[in-house]
């Protein structure tokens, strides 16, 4: 089995995003926000099957974590209260593509962050998420403030609370930042890989994983530049007195292969443990396109691992056995579908 741990719903019907643009005009001149426009099955059946589901056949993948798209997030829009109501939208939505199609897709949801708001505000839906609608972990967004980093680094005891309900519900978070506001970044290109890497410096030397041990974390887009950089971070680490990072973080630090490049995946797989990789690709992501020196998709990661010279024990691991880990809800989610693992 192919497990892409890191998807998101970037073709969901246009209404929804119509709706979020007129939720944002309704806070920006201080009116009452219009109802939610219906969105029917068929609607949400078509814009799988004719994007993710179709990606999921043709690169021979078999379920996607599947979350709201990470960019639409938008914590820095609004004040709690529109954060609130956006994510309810956007992970009942999610909701319904796992109802249609359980054995190809399990949710992850977007929690309702605002910058300078504490992340107690978010326990409330992460529970409904986790315990009434079956979702199997969240994203968490470092820099609600959209690039401005306004709020305190994730070592600091503001964030204990969501750290605790997550060690509580036993899901691990992704941590995935949002939309840059700050013209200073690139979303796509220079923010994603900015919170990568500045979130991973945040939690060497921090007490996180001493005061939660079983608390998971993931750091996507193959970690930033932390694989590139490990010997930075080692040697950060061991001058600040402390212990080798894979025997310290790595217990807790997950990273995935959203890296669109063979020699990119080669690196990640020299250099973090398998234990600590889980497939990924960001499918109809930050980078769709075809590349020109393959003909195949930037974003068609399963190709780049297929060259790699792994074992099959580290391959299956990287491709499923580590998620169904990590993802401790997710066999229960499948051997409910009738899935064999």
Known sequence: MIIDCHGHYTTAPAQHEKWRQQQIQAYSEGRAVPPRPPISDDEISDSIVNGQLKVQRERGTDLTIFSPRAAGMGHHVGDAKTSEAWASACNELVFRVTRLFPKNFAATCMLPQTAGVSPTNCLEELERCVLEYGFVGCNLNPDPSGGYWTDPPLSDRYWYPLYEKL???????????SFACNPAFHTTGSHYLNGDTTAFMQLIGSSVFKDFPSLKLIVPHGGGAVPYHWGRFRGLALKMGLPELKDDLLKNIFFDTCVYHLPGQELLTKVIPVDNILFASEMIGAVPGVDPETGFNFDDTKRYLD???????????????????????????????????
């Open 307 to 341: 060259k790699l010279p792994l074992s099959d024990i580290d391959r299956a691991k990287i491709f499923s056995g580590n998620a169904l880990r990590v993802f401790s809800r997710l066999p229960t989610h499948l051997a409910a579908q009738g899935v064999e693992l």
């Open 167 to 177: 060690a509580e519900l036993d899901v691990p978070a992704m941590v995935h930042v």
